[in-house]
């Protein structure tokens, strides 16, 4: 039977669940060369394996006996999630990051156990290709099960439509965590009938498994609190860190972690970066009936993870300073991380339009993405797209589907020259979808939400009003280099400047300023902006990372005698 690849793309409608790809078995033979790699237990009936919110928890492989899978419910039972028997194994996604873990693990007969620890599930990954594959595949399914079903996640009380209920949703989905979305103006559900007016009455609130209630928590606050944060070692010195989790990211990781350098990524908000908010991608090779931004973003993600390499997930990083032989990474709350190399690949986000009362209505009417999030508020209702760019176009043709109509707004004559000729022929062809040339939104009206949309044309001065409630904006690229002001040349418009344009004597195409940082992607300056060219930046810089690795003056190793390098010890 042919095997589904699943994907991790939770806003749009996940894959029916297959249990027997989620909780396979391994084959005799499989067990023997797993021996290798772990060290056998015998544990009676009862014994806790571990807890959820543990980080780095081992894989273990059931020899003999059955382990019972649980999540410690509210009212202090417990709510199953499987049972493995003989040959399967313990793990879902987690088993390959250092986030905390969902769920418990406990014997529930005596039995052996083969306990792979973390360090030898990453030689595993590297050696064994078929375990390694058949782990992967199981890992991501079960995640899958678990966001299902949600009951290892946590509880979101907050209005669907409120900018700051859809901020916490935005950030959950993308980060493929476990949730549930209570609307406290609806009926109220079992359970919800007791909730104190103290919470009702400043939303959002978070309720966490351990009763815990966070009201409108930052970002930052609720990844530390989910421990979607991997805990960073400052004496750690990384061969590269990776700025930025987009497409030129997440390749940079994949390649350079499979190389076997010693990789970490840094990410601000969720992997995919503007282009994980695409809903769907028809033109990247490989996928051709179309892949969404977030679901190639969670396979790379998934992708680098196996190699090895580390992810900072919630955390802006505010400077970068450079020695002579490593540099210095700051994040936002102060804690910092040391690489031999760094990659900026923090990318472009959407540019705002110049209306009044625009801020007020981003997140409560406006939006930068179009994923089956934004579009569950757009069913059966008037829409308008602002841009004239690919993005623009696969917003217009996917909410189409959803929206009674679509308003697709351009201040110039044509899509011709800034959008994909096959996006230009759906445009034309859909009787739900309009073409407004010359252009420009006037006016936004609504109270607390946007209720209308009025716009003018440029050449006939008319001026057309809309009740619509989502409007989408994709108007162009700013680079997010603002940390980078005073480090590293940036162009006019705040791209970052490579190669022969900041020294005739670099061979290097992605080189910057500075020795040992590169710049790749959209935030690089002349680079294409296309999903296909970032990633191909993202792994060809990785040999001139090898480059730059092998003539630095800087030890040809990050270890002594295997044990890591110290910032003080680099320095002296």
Request: charged share 20%; glycine share 8%; hydrophobic share 40%.
């Amino acid at each position: 039977m042919a095997q589904q690849n699943p994907s991790l793309e939770i806003a749009g409608a996940p894959p029916t669940f297959r249990p027997e790809l989620a909780f396979p078995r391994l084959t005799d033979e499989m067990l023997v060369r797993l021996r290798a790699f772990g060290t056998e237990e015998v544990c009676p009936r009862g014994t806790l394996l571990f807890t959820r919110g543990q980080r780095d928890v081992d894989m273990f492989v059931i020899v003999k006996g059955v382990v019972d899978i649980y999540v410690e419910a509210e009212d202090g039972g417990r709510t199953s999630v499987t049972t493995l028997q003989e040959r399967q194994f313990t793990g879902e996604l987690d088993l390959l990051s250092s986030r905390r873990n969902l769920v418990e693990a406990r014997t529930a007969s005596p039995s052996e156990l083969l306990v792979v620890s973390r360090q030898n599930l990453q030689r595993l990954m590297r050696t064994e290709g078929d375990i390694a594959n058949l782990v992967m595949q199981a890992t991501i399914w079960r995640r899958l099960g678990i966001i299902e079903q949600a009951f290892a996640g946590i509880l979101l009380i907050g209005r669907p439509n409120a900018a700051e209920t859809i901020r916490l949703q935005r950030f959950l989905v993308r980060n493929g965590y476990p949730f549930r979305l209570e609307d406290p103006d609806a009926e109220a559900p079992d359970g919800a009938r007791g909730r104190p007016e103290s919470v009702l009455q400043e939303l959002p609130a978070v309720v966490l498994r351990d009763g815990r209630t966070l009201i409108n928590p930052t970002i930052a606050n609720l990844a530390d609190e989910l421990g979607l944060t991997e805990a960073l070692d400052d004496t750690r010195v990384y061969d590269v860190v990776i700025v930025g989790a987009g497409p030129s990211g997440l390749a940079t990781a994949v390649y350079a972690a499979s190389e076997g350098l010693r990789t970490l990524v840094i990410e601000g908000t969720a992997p995919g970066g503007q282009a994980g908010t695409s809903s769907k991608i028809e033109n990247y090779l490989g996928f051709p009936t179309g892949v969404s931004g977030q679901e190639l973003a969670n396979r790379a993600q998934v992708q680098a993870q196996k190699f090895g390499a580390r992810m900072a997930i919630s955390r802006d990083v505010t400077a970068l300073s450079c020695n002579d032989h490593f540099h210095t990474i700051t994040l936002e709350g102060g804690a910092a991380v040391c690489a031999r190399a760094v990659v900026v690949a923090t990318g472009a986000r959407y540019r705002k339009l110049d209306v009044e009362n625009y801020l007020r209505f981003e997140s409560q009417g406006i939006h930068y993405a179009a994923t089956a999030m934004e579009a569950s508020l757009c069913q059966g209702q008037e829409v308008a797209v602002v841009g004239g760019g690919n993005s623009a176009g696969q917003a217009a043709v996917f909410l189409s589907g959803v929206a009674s109509h679509v308003h697709l707004l351009i201040r110039g004559a044509t899509l011709s020259t800034t959008m994909s000729d096959y996006l230009i022929q759906r445009i034309q062809n859909s009787a739900k979808i309009t073409l407004h040339t010359y252009t420009e939104v006037e006016e936004l009206v609504g109270d607390p939400f946007l209720e209308q949309v009025i716009w003018r044309n440029r050449t006939t001065s008319d001026l057309e009003k809309h009740n619509i409630s989502n409007m989408f904006v994709m108007i162009g690229a700013k680079p997010n280099t603002t940390w980078l002001h005073g480090c590293l040349t940036l162009d006019d418009a705040g791209f970052v400047l490579t190669g022969s344009e900041v020294n005739m004597e670099r061979d290097s195409r992605y080189a910057t300023s500075r020795q040992g940082v590169f710049a790749v992607g959209d935030v690089r300056a002349h680079s294409v902006k296309r999903v296909a060219s970032a990633v191909g930046e993202g792994s060809v810089v990785v040999s001139e990372i090898h480059e730059y690795l092998r003539r630095s003056p800087a030890p040809a190793t990050i270890r002594e005698d295997h044990h890591e390098l110290s910032f003080a010890t680099l320095a002296r």
